[in-house]
């Protein structure tokens, strides 16, 4: 009889934390806490019977049995993922063409885009930066991602995410130029992404939408407009799909915890005819299941101040600082977040 193996989750933590030579950096790459990790490697070491690691230093060594443990299991993980992958891996490859919205591809497709290569090495994307529901017609475009209200007829769609609304800024430019109540709006420049109605949205429901407004901006789609951000030329709207890493990257930061609904959301959709072709259908499962894996959660400001403005009582949020602003948030777009 074979001898009994120890448990999976405390050999990922031993072999995750023997290669990052820290329980923390470890404990960040299997996103479970930095307590969760020491525990596992406990539990394994008494099931082992043996010390794994000494303790004492910075970085953390392996002792004589952990020198000798870490590299089976390195390469029986290997060897378990790279089968998984060819079980997973579909026969599909070829060229594919798609049109996504424009601040969806930019922030979110691109930043992903080598984890679908190199699941899928035989397929070759060609990237369109467009909303326009009139590709779903095209026969040059195989696979449409848009922002609107999935009212578009005669093609298979499903619905990717809805979003939600809520400012973002440079934390440069949030700590030159504080923003510690919704008035302090008012000095900044509102970086619009739409024809203003976006901003419209966010104001009323912060009970502000009659305030003093300062210098404004306007431009095609929420690409622009978030760049805009990120270059410290004032307040955009954002969201966690398209803002989530650059907030978490601490590039962009969240000054008030206040997000609305967008009126619309993103769709993956395509022609009938083509939803089971192979290619299509990777591309289209891949997207789904990125974005669940990807999954961040809602936006949260610093410092809760409870302020008095147009009669009754207002919760605002103090600015923060870049590390205190990698917190996510949640945004929608608009007809432009294109």
């Not at 820290?22 to 539990?43: D, F, P, Y």
Request: hydrophobic share 45%; net charge positive.
């Amino acid at each position: 009889m074979a001898s009994r193996l120890p448990p999976l989750n405390p050999l990922r933590a031993f072999e995750a934390t023997a290669r990052q030579g820290s329980v923390s950096a470890a404990a960040r790459e299997l996103n479970v806490t930095h307590g969760a990790v020491s525990h596992q490697i406990k539990a394994l070491e008494e099931a082992l019977g043996a010390a794994l690691f000494e303790r004492g230093g910075k970085r953390l060594k392996l002792t004589a049995q952990g020198a000798l443990l870490l590299p089976a299991v390195t390469s029986a993980f290997g060897e378990i993922a790279a089968a998984t992958a060819l079980m997973k891996r579909p026969e599909a490859s070829g060229e594919l063409t798609v049109a996504c919205v424009a601040g969806l591809l930019s922030f979110w497709i691109v930043p992903r885009l080598n984890r679908f290569t190199e699941q899928y090495p035989g397929v070759s994307v060609t990237f369109i930066a467009s909303n326009d529901a009139a590709n779903l017609r095209s026969p040059d475009v195989d696979v449409c991602v848009l922002y609107g209200d999935g009212n578009w007829p005669d093609c298979w769609k499903r619905l990717w995410s809805h979003l939600r609304l809520f400012p973002v800024i440079s934390p440069t430019l949030l700590n030159n130029r504080p923003l510690r109540t919704i008035r302090d709006l008012a000095d900044h420049t509102l970086i619009h992404g739409d024809d203003g109605r976006e901003w419209n949205t966010w104001l009323a429901a912060a009970d502000a939408v009659h305030m003093p407004r300062g210098r404004q901006h306007f431009m095609s789609d929420a690409r622009l407009s978030t760049e805009a951000a990120l270059h410290g030329q004032g307040v955009a709207l954002g969201d966690t799909i398209t803002a989530g890493n650059l907030i978490a990257r601490g590039e962009l930061a969240v000054p008030f915890d206040l997000t609305v609904p967008a009126n619309v959301a993103f769709y993956v959709a395509c022609r009938q005819a083509l939803r089971r072709a192979p290619i299509v259908k990777v591309f289209i499962d891949w997207l789904f299941a990125s974005l669940e894996a990807d999954r961040l959660p809602e936006p949260q400001a610093s410092a809760r101040l409870l302020l008095r403005g147009r009669g009754r009582a207002q919760e605002t949020f103090q600015p923060v600082s870049a590390p205190a602003a990698r917190r996510p948030a949640a945004l929608s777009r608009r007809k432009a977040r294109t």
